[in-house]
Every structure is written in structure tokens, then in C-alpha cells.
């Protein structure tokens, strides 16, 4: 609600009223039939990270951080990593604790819609597409790129590739494309671990080929030949490959 009545209609869906006590909101009538998800995945990404940029106004005092979820990261990674039947390397987990490391530290504060994904655009009259459903964190832009990569997994690596849509990220929300590598590398082990706790079958298989694909920007197989979670062969002992020279100088992959 609160990000609602910030953004004001600029990008989002008006909020008309609300009843804060009952947890009622009414909300400005878009079309629910139509959203960013029924548009091809290459004409879908420029949308979504102008959306993104365009949402990330100043943020209000007192919300979280994404620096602050990295360093609780780094607590709470290795408990859950062994709750889950560690089910990747321990060097793929060194990997995120040191990426997590890296990324507490908030040199920027920017209104990050973290729910943003393709089913919460939806099309409207005053604008082609407006935001539903937002939740809100205060910090750096290049959090949200995770989430944007893997509700349309399958579709971005059948084609045109992991590479294109993190590069479409990138150019379309103006971010700074390290970060954004880092971030969805964290994002997705974040969401892998509690997509195995959730009894998630589909989402962790998908975590796990972003996190190898964007650690090797190699060969961009298809979810289907990736190998299914608790298989974690080799995954995180590569020698480093030419992609490697834009990750985070923590990268023990
Ligand atoms: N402003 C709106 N205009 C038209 N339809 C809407 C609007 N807001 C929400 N909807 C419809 O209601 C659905 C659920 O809305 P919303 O995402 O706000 O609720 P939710 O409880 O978080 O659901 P979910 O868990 O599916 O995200 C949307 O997918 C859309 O179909
Ligand atoms: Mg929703």
C-alpha cells in the first residue's frame, strides 16, 4: 500500500481507497487477462527493467535493505544449505557467502520493487502496462534482476539465452551490470534453498542453471539437460572462463 501511494499511479496502478483496518485496498481497474507474461520474452525484458528503473524512486526512512538482507544472508545460507541435504558444493555456497559479503554494504538507496515479475504488469488504458502487487526494499536496483531471470527461465535459455536477457536487464534499467550478475547469482541460490525447503520441484532446478550459467556464460543448455538438484557434479570447481573478468572479485566458482 505504502508503495502504491508513493508511486501514485506513475507506472503502477492507482490506489483509490483504502481500508488499512479491514486490509482492504481498491485499486484502479487494469486488464487481468493481459499481462507482461502473454508478450515474447524479448519484448517482455525491456519493458519490465524500464518498469523497474522507472519505479525506483527515493525510498522512505525505515525499510529494509538490500544490504541488510545480504548480511543476514550470510548467517542464515550455510544453516539452510544443510537442512536441505547440502545440494550444491561447498564452494558454490563460499561463492554466495562471499557475494553476499560483498553486497551488505548499501552505496545506493533506491524504492526496489521485489516482487516485480511478468505476472504483475499488467495492461492498462491510461498506459500500455501498470504494476499490481508490489513489495518494497530500500537499496540497490540489480536485486530484483533474479527474480526477472527465473519466473521465465525456460523460455530465456531455449532462446535467446541467459546472456541476452541479463544483458536486456542491464542496458533497459540502467544498472551497473556486475551488480547485476552478483545479485541474481545470490538471489537465485537464496531461492533455490528455499524453494527445497518449500517442496518446490521445478524453481530450484532453474536457480541452479542460473547460478551455472551466469558463472560460465558457456554453454546455455536448456533446463531440461541440466541435471536435477542433489547431482552436483563439479558444479563450482570450473577454472575461471573469459566471463569471468565482470563478476565480483569473491567469486569462488
Ligand atoms: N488492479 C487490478 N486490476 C485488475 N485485476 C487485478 C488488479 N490487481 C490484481 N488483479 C488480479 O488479481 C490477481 C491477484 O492480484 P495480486 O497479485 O494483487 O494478489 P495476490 O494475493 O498477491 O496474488 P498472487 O499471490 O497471485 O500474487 C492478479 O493476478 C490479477 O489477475
Ligand atoms: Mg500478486
Known amino acids: 500500500m505504502l508503495a502504491l501511494r508513493l508511486w501514485d499511479g506513475n507506472g503502477s496502478a492507482r490506489l483509490l481507497e483504502a481500508d488499512p483496518e479491514r486490509g482492504a485496498l481498491l485499486l484502479e481497474r487494469l486488464d487481468h487477462r493481459r499481462s507482461l507474461r502473454d508478450l515474447p520474452i524479448r519484448r517482455a525484458v525491456p519493458v519490465i527493467a524500464e518498469m523497474l528503473r522507472r519505479l525506483a524512486i527515493r525510498p522512505p526512512d525505515g525499510l529494509r535493505t538490500t544490504g541488510g538482507i545480504a548480511r543476514q544472508l550470510q548467517v542464515s545460507l550455510p544453516k539452510r544449505w544443510e537442512v536441505a541435504g547440502r545440494p550444491f558444493s561447498s564452494s558454490m555456497l563460499d561463492t554466495a557467502l562471499g557475494l553476499a559479503a560483498d553486497l551488505s554494504t548499501d552505496h545506493e538507496a533506491l524504492l526496489v520493487n521485489h516482487d516485480l515479475h511478468y505476472d504483475q504488469v499488467l495492461a492498462g488504458d491510461r498506459e500500455p502496462w501498470l504494476v499490481i502487487d508490489p513489495l518494497i526494499v530500500a537499496g540497490a536496483l540489480e536485486y530484483q534482476v533474479g527474480q526477472l531471470l527465473w519466473t521465465r527461465f525456460d523460455e530465456i535459455v531455449e532462446a535467446p539465452g541467459l546472456r541476452w536477457c541479463v544483458d536486456a536487464l542491464v542496458d533497459a534499467a540502467a544498472l551497473d551490470a556486475t551488480l547485476a550478475r552478483s545479485w ?19 524453481d530450484p532446478v532453474r536457480c541452479r542453471g542460473i547460478v551455472k550459467l551466469l558463472d560460465t556464460w558457456e554453454g546455455e543448455s536448456p533446463v531440461s539437460t541440466l541435471p536435477s538438484p542433489g ?16 563478476f565480483l572479485a569473491h567469486s569462488r566458482l
Do not use: I, K, M, S
Open 184 to 202: 541474481a547469482v545470490l538471489r537465485a541460490t537464496d531461492y533455490w534453498l528455499w524453494g527445497l525447503a518449500a517442496g518446490f520441484t521445478g
Open 231 to 246: 547431482r552436483e557434479e563439479g558444479l563450482g570447481r570450473r577454472p575461471p572462463g573469459p566471463g569471468r573478468r565482470n
